[in-house]
């Protein structure tokens, strides 16, 4: 946990966010496993997700490179005056190259510095404090934080999968933070926590490695495992645990906090903070009915959407927060 007096301010200048065409419908779940459009609804508010395009080589890559070129065009700069990307991700196209370093080239950002952050769905939210550190301290003057992920390569979207397959989508969002004489913007307190204890809540065996001492079923390799109840339990208590953490370390109370953008993983979950810290719908937005859990990218998804409908101004107050495999969570807050 960390909370700091900044030296240099740090803006947030620019957003961007994107989504692939091809729609995944609860009807459509309906013809490949048993499952109901009512079930997927009153248990996690999902109506529909998105999916890479499946004749893409690269598709994180890919759905990467159009936040981030969204996000340059929102903040008025050219790649080349980017200093570095960060990308989180738990879904690279391969285990190497990183996928930062494929964005870096498919825009023309030149030979910048670019590397991959992976905390799960809680990885935008970890960067984009480690990204403001670098600018605050005088590494760079401007850092591009993306998140995408498309873990419905790693869904069995057959009966014996559908505890998971159900709940994810593919998206990618990026923000764009540079350095500014304002000492007013900038990282306010931030929390990150982990616990590897956990990894088996939430996890994709690879290889079989993993799940030859657990459960050997050749079904498993390669695809998203999940005990949804241990997952559940963990996110409605550390959700509002880590909100709660970070709104200490700032010395503020719940309503002054203007946007707590937040990681969707369930309407259930998202309404219960909502209702526990009193906050009106306008401050948390749910965005999850249309896109599903889109692991990175869903906190900077949720951004760029209020950015766009004119939400987001300056001197307000925005905490991110987000928790998943690992397990991960953690809160980054913000003066804009
Ligand atoms: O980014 C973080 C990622 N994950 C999360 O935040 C997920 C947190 N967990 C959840 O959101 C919920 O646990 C789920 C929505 C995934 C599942 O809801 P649940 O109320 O915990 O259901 P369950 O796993 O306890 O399953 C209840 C029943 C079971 O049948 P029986 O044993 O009662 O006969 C399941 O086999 O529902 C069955 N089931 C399904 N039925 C229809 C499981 N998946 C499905 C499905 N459609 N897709």
Redesign the pocket.
């Given at each position: 946990m960390t909370t700091r007096s900044r030296p240099a301010g740090v803006q947030i200048v620019g957003s961007g966010s994107a989504l692939p065409e091809r729609r995944l419908t609860n009807a459509d779940l309906e013809k490949l496993?048993?499952?109901?459009d009512e079930?997927?609804v009153q248990?996690?508010g999902i109506h529909e997700r998105r999916l890479h395009d499946k004749n893409d080589p690269y598709p994180t890559s890919s759905l990467g490179a159009k936040a981030l070129r969204a996000a340059l065009d929102d903040a008025g700069m050219a790649p080349t005056d980017l200093g570095l990307i960060l990308c989180a991700t738990m879904t690279p196209d391969s285990p190497t190259p990183a996928v930062s370093c494929r964005i870096a080239a498919q825009l023309g950002c030149g030979t910048i510095g670019a590397m991959d952050i992976n905390a799960a769905?809680s990885g935008f939210v970890f960067t984009i404090s480690l990204a403001h550190e670098l600018i605050a301290g005088g590494l760079y003057d401007s850092v591009a934080v993306v998140g995408v992920d498309t873990v419905t390569r790693h869904c069995d979207y057959s009966t014996f999968g559908?505890?998971?397959a159900?709940?994810f989508g593919d998206a990618a969002g990026a923000l764009i933070l540079r350095k500014t004489d304002d000492p007013a913007p900038g990282l306010i307190a931030q929390a990150m926590h982990s616990d590897g204890d956990g990894a088996r809540a939430?996890y994709i065996p690879s290889g079989m490695s993993q799940i030859v001492d657990a459960q050997p079923d050749e079904r498993m390799n390669d695809k998203i495992q999940?005990n949804?109840?241990k997952?559940?339990k963990f996110?409605v208590s550390k959700f509002p645990e880590v909100i709660e953490e970070t709104l200490a370390l700032a010395g503020l109370a719940p309503p002054e906090v203007d946007h707590y953008v937040c990681?969707q993983?369930?309407a259930?979950?998202l309404e219960a903070a909502r209702e526990r810290f009193g906050l009106p719908e306008s401050k948390l937005r749910v965005n999850i009915h249309r896109v599903g859990?889109t692991?990175a990218g869903s906190c900077p998804l949720v951004f760029d959407e209020l950015k766009k409908d004119g939400q987001i101004k300056p001197g307000q107050k925005v905490m991110f927060i987000a928790?998943?495999?690992g397990l991960t969570w953690g809160a980054s807050l913000w003066q804009l």
């Open positions: 496993m048993d499952t109901s079930w997927i248990r996690t769905c559908r505890g998971a159900i709940l939430l999940m949804g109840q997952v559940f996110a990681h993983a369930n259930r979950i859990n692991v928790f998943g495999a």
